[in-house]
């Protein structure tokens, strides 16, 4: 049960315009969802995350939209830049889980050409 | 600060080998410590993960075991390797009070 949707395994987008990378999730016990950012043979660097009471977080060129009732999340780049270019994981936690356990999808593969 | 280190960097293993991979984090205690595997094209699946020493929760049945003999160090281990261990091994840190993670370098691990 895959729990943590990015349905698009890849993006491609001009150097300067805006990158929109989404998220679904299935499990309403969610409240804490983050975005992870991971170049190849290294680990993943944390970006920005957001709290379920909130519907925006904004960081710099980062901004994280949470839509409860659509169960959806998005990061958008803003402007884009080649160094962008990596692979992007949203995650999701629940206050109640054991340990705190981050529930990763798959994985976007943003490129950002110059 | 915090830094989170794992060693080795790349690991070839024939099949039916151990395994030991190491994780340490310095600059914070009590920390949970978290072991996930990437395989290749694949998003990141949580192994093991530890609220403390000694104390060691499996996400997953497999051939893999953790261990955690002190408070900043973390054990991923194997008695005999299959070739479906493959992958990129990443060890994660968390402060109690505070919902992110951040992962060390990472461990590739070839199984041939």
């Known amino acids: 049960d895959q729990q943590v949707k990015q349905n698009s395994p890849s993006l491609s987008v001009q150097e300067g315009r805006i990158s929109i990378l989404n998220c679904d999730y299935t499990?309403?016990?969610?409240?804490?969802f983050l975005w992870y950012k991971k170049y190849p043979a290294e680990g993943p660097t944390f970006l920005i995350s957001i709290s379920s009471i909130k519907d925006k977080n904004e960081d710099g060129r980062f901004t994280v939209f949470l839509n409860k009732s659509a169960k959806h999340l998005s990061l958008h780049i803003v402007p884009s830049q080649p160094g962008d270019s990596a692979v992007y994981f949203c995650?999701?936690?629940?206050?109640?889980?054991?340990?705190?356990?981050?529930?990763f999808g798959e994985g976007t593969q943003l490129t950002v050409n110059p | 600060s915090q830094t989170i280190h794992q060693w080795p960097a790349t690991l070839v293993q024939p099949v039916g080998s151990p395994l030991s991979l190491e994780c340490t984090v310095e600059g914070t205690s009590n920390p949970n410590l978290y072991w996930y595997r990437q395989a290749a094209g694949r998003g990141l699946q949580l192994l093991f993960y530890s609220v403390g020493i000694g104390q060691i929760s499996s996400e997953v049945p497999q051939n893999l075991s953790a261990s955690r003999p002190q408070d900043r160090q973390f054990i991923l281990s194997s008695k005999k390797l299959l070739l479906s261990d493959s992958g990129f091994y990443l060890c994660?840190?968390?402060?109690?009070?505070?919902?992110?993670?951040?992962f060390g370098p990472g461990t590739r691990l070839t199984v041939l």
């Open positions: 994660a840190w968390r402060m109690r009070v505070y919902n992110e993670q951040f």
């Open positions: 995650a999701a936690s629940a206050r109640e889980t054991s340990g705190s356990r981050l529930t």
């Open positions: 499990n309403s016990m969610f409240d804490y």
